[in-house]
Structures are given as structure tokens and as C-alpha cells.
């Protein structure tokens, strides 16, 4: 299952020309296994100003699956990945990020993403990113993307 953060989603609902929003939308096309957390739906949501594009977006991304804060427990883990990189020398500039890969790490998804900080994070503690390492080859940790299957 890959969840797809809010840096992907923004690209893809304004049609920008950016190789994730080209992969987010191949996988939809090919009924792949997408999934968004409910503080991606937050973002996303809120900077839509038209109530009628709000509404069409919520019904449209409440298709899928929504992962959810297990507890307490995912903010702990969040907490432990933001220090993990700053003992690494490394600092993520958001908490939601970290929260989104404790969310990740929890569900064993991997992520698509737009965002520096789920890089850094990979770095730290392995968190699990799907990537595009050029125009035509998305891979997920390395392995190369088989377009029938995204399991990896």
C-alpha cells in the first residue's frame, strides 16, 4: 500500500506537470493501492477556497483508505524519528511529517511524496519512500516500479 502525501495531492488536484503527480495518476488509473491519513485529508481540505471544488475533493478522497493515529503510541514514534535525525544532525521542519511516517511505519506503507523530510527521515530510520528517480522510473527503495504491481 502506498499513501500518498499532500505535496503529491496538491500537484495532481491542480494538474501540474511534476513526475509524482504523473505517478499518482498512473496509479489510480491501474487501481493500485493508494491511501491517504486523515491529517493529509486535513491539509488538503483546507486550502480549498471554492465550497463546491471542497465538497467534490472530499467525496473524491474519502474513497480511499484513510489511516488513522494509533494513540498515544504515534505520537511517541513521532517523537522518537524527530530526535533520531537530530542526533543524526539532521532536523525535520515539520511534526506532521513525522507523525505521517510514524503512521507509515506502523502500517508498513510506503509514502510518495514531494516533501525533503520523508527523505531525511528514509535516511534515519528506514522509513519507506516511493520515489521517482527520473521522468519514466518510478521505484520504491530501489526497486524498480512493475506497472502491473506495486507490491515491493
Given at each position: 500500500?502506498?499513501?500518498?502525501?499532500?505535496?503529491?495531492w496538491?500537484?495532481?488536484?491542480?494538474g501540474?506537470?511534476?513526475?509524482?503527480?504523473?505517478?499518482?495518476?498512473?496509479?489510480i488509473?491501474?487501481?493500485e493501492?493508494?491511501s491517504?491519513?486523515?491529517?493529509?485529508?486535513?491539509?488538503?481540505l483546507?486550502?480549498?477556497?471554492?465550497?463546491?471544488?471542497?465538497h467534490?475533493?472530499?467525496?473524491?478522497?474519502?474513497?480511499?483508505?484513510?489511516?488513522?493515529?494509533n494513540?498515544?503510541?504515534?505520537?511517541?514514534?513521532?517523537?522518537?524519528?524527530?530526535?533520531?535525525?537530530?542526533?543524526?544532525?539532521?532536523?525535520?521542519?515539520?511534526?506532521?511529517d513525522?507523525?505521517?511516517?510514524?503512521?507509515?511505519?506502523?502500517?508498513?506503507?510506503?509514502?510518495?511524496?514531494?516533501?525533503?523530510?520523508?527523505?531525511?527521515?528514509?535516511?534515519?530510520i528506514?522509513?519507506?519512500?516511493?520515489k521517482?528517480f527520473d521522468?519514466?522510473?518510478?521505484?520504491?527503495?530501489?526497486?524498480?516500479?512493475?506497472?502491473?504491481?506495486?507490491?515491493?
Amino acid at each position: 500500500m502506498i499513501l500518498v502525501d499532500t505535496s503529491v495531492w496538491i500537484d495532481f488536484l491542480k494538474g501540474e506537470n511534476s513526475s509524482e503527480r504523473q505517478i499518482l495518476h498512473k496509479l489510480i488509473e491501474d487501481e493500485e493501492e493508494i491511501s491517504i491519513t486523515g491529517i493529509i485529508l486535513a491539509e488538503i481540505l483546507q486550502g480549498i477556497r471554492e465550497d463546491k471544488k471542497f465538497h467534490i475533493t472530499r467525496n473524491y478522497l474519502l474513497e480511499f483508505p484513510i489511516y488513522e493515529p494509533n494513540g498515544i503510541v504515534t505520537y511517541i514514534d513521532a517523537a522518537r524519528i524527530y530526535r533520531e535525525c537530530r542526533k543524526s544532525g539532521k532536523t525535520i521542519r515539520s511534526t506532521i511529517d513525522c507523525i505521517i511516517a510514524a503512521i507509515c511505519l506502523e502500517n508498513d506503507l510506503f509514502i510518495l511524496h514531494k516533501d525533503r523530510d520523508y527523505d531525511i527521515i528514509q535516511e534515519c530510520i528506514g522509513l519507506k519512500v516511493f520515489k521517482v528517480f527520473d521522468k519514466k522510473t518510478p521505484q520504491a527503495n530501489g526497486q524498480a516500479f512493475n506497472q502491473s504491481c506495486i507490491s515491493c
